[in-house]
């Protein structure tokens, strides 16, 4: 999936036409629901719009990936606040909760009433901090409004981070699908990096 929308954004007006689109719909996607490693997405997509050569062809990444995670977290939120309104919940709550382990929820609940929603910031950088900062700021019942002031910027922070990620790896070889193959290396080791952390106490802790 990820080779195939890296081989989707040559320089060709034509087919960028149908590249940005599918990184758009990929991230947004990949923010709803955990089936799609964002961070990869965007960095492979870095990756080719580097040897473009183009300035534009960078900032375009950045735009369309920074404007797809916002809008695909306020679709997560809003779906999220329904279930906490409603007194039987909701699937989409329930997930979240599912993917927020406990001690990850407290220091989430702890670093938003020390610094409000700035805590959003930080939360998209940080691998798996997404999820419970978000359900923290559900649980306090943090209005959508507030919450987007908070998340613009964090979206804007992630999507230039995964695109620095694409850069150097587009920068250390040749070819393109040689710097896609890195970037999406590290960007699934940063993103998987706490998972593997988690299971690793849990068996020593077993």
Not at 26 to 47: F, K, N, R, Y
Not at 97 to 103: G, K, L, N, Q, S
Not at 123 to 129: K, N, T
Request: charged fraction near 10%; include cysteine.
């Amino acid at each position: 999936m990820i080779g195939g929308l890296a081989g989707s954004l040559p320089a060709e007006p034509a087919q960028q036409a149908v590249g940005y689109p599918s990184l758009f719909l990929l991230v947004v996607l990949g923010s709803l629901v955990p089936v799609v490693p964002t961070g990869a997405v965007v960095s492979s997509a870095a990756v080719v719009a580097f040897h473009q050569g183009s300035p534009w062809a960078l900032l375009s990444v950045f735009g369309v990936s920074a404007l797809a995670a916002f809008l695909g977290d306020l679709g997560l939120y809003w779906l999220g606040g329904r279930g906490v309104r409603s007194r039987n919940g909701s699937r989409w709550l329930d997930r979240l909760r599912d993917r927020a382990a406990p001690e990850r929820l407290a220091q989430a609940q702890a670093g938003l009433r020390a610094h409000g929603v700035l805590v959003l910031v930080l939360s998209r950088l940080v691998p798996a901090g997404r999820i419970p900062v978000m359900l923290a700021c559900l649980l306090a019942r943090v209005p959508l409004r507030r919450f987007a002031h908070g998340d613009l910027p964090a979206c804007l922070a992630w999507a230039l981070t995964y695109q620095l990620i694409g850069v150097l790896g587009g920068s250390l070889f040749p070819k393109p699908w040689q710097g896609v193959a890195t970037a999406v290396g590290l960007a699934l080791l940063i993103s998987g990096a706490p998972a593997v952390w988690r299971r690793v106490r849990g068996g020593r802790g077993g």
